[in-house]
């Protein structure tokens, strides 16, 4: 049974609740990872959790993430669940193409590959086989319908038809970009408006419909 072998993560940043509840919700088991940012509600204390892992530093994020290593089970695939401000659209995002056919299964039909890394190599995910999931935006209804629906996914497993994107650089130039639509540049947009990352967004391409 495809559940035994899945380890749900939440709360990697403490402004992305929804999910946790989501889970709670049905009385799915996750592990919560950073409850100190989420009782202050800020996104992470000293440092970005979902950067701090394989570090050297001493932030309280960086000592954060090596508890977290220790208490997840190497055996497990993580899904890492998160919430954002700008995209109400559920994608599913992946370091490491291997774990495309996997992704294909959570019943969401976007895959981002992040070829550039904006993590720079130190996320979650690229420390332990997985995914991430954006479910959707931090307060809104579907965020919490989108975590419900992965979890109902993995109790009757197929593949679905999915549509795979590369993220391949970061948007640099202000302009009137709608996620996922291909702008004139002729790139398409992610995280476009209001993001986390320092920048306008991300670019990304399409490079297959599996
Ligand atoms: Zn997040």
């Given at each position: ?62 000592r ?10 190497k ?39 992040m ?50 994107y ?8 202000q ?22 990352y ?13």
């Open positions: 049974m495809i559940m035994n072998k899945i380890q749900f993560v939440t709360g990697l940043h403490g402004d992305e609740k929804l999910p946790i509840i989501a889970l709670a919700s049905i009385n799915e088991e996750q592990v919560v990872a950073n409850t100190l940012a989420l009782a202050k509600n800020v996104r992470f204390i000293e440092k970005d959790l979902n950067a701090s892992f394989g570090t050297s530093g001493m932030s309280y994020e960086e954060l993430a090596k508890k977290l290593v220790r208490r997840l089970d055996n497990k695939l993580v899904i890492d669940l998160h919430t954002n401000q700008s995209m109400n659209e559920a994608f599913v995002i992946v370091v490491d193409k291997k774990m495309i056919p996997f992704a294909s299964t959570l019943g969401i039909p976007k895959i981002v590959f070829k550039y890394n904006i993590k720079k190599g130190y996320s979650l995910i690229d420390y332990f086989a997985g995914v991430s999931v954006e479910v959707g935006k931090h307060f809104s209804f579907k965020s919490i319908k989108n975590t419900i629906r992965i979890v109902s996914n993995l109790n009757k497993p197929s593949v679905k038809r999915v549509t795979l590369e993220v391949f650089g970061k948007i640099d130039k302009g009137k970009y709608k996620n996922f639509i291909k702008c004139r540049e002729g790139f398409i947009p992610l995280f476009a408006g209001k993001n986390s320092n920048c306008y967004g991300l670019k990304a391409r399409i490079i297959k419909q599996l």
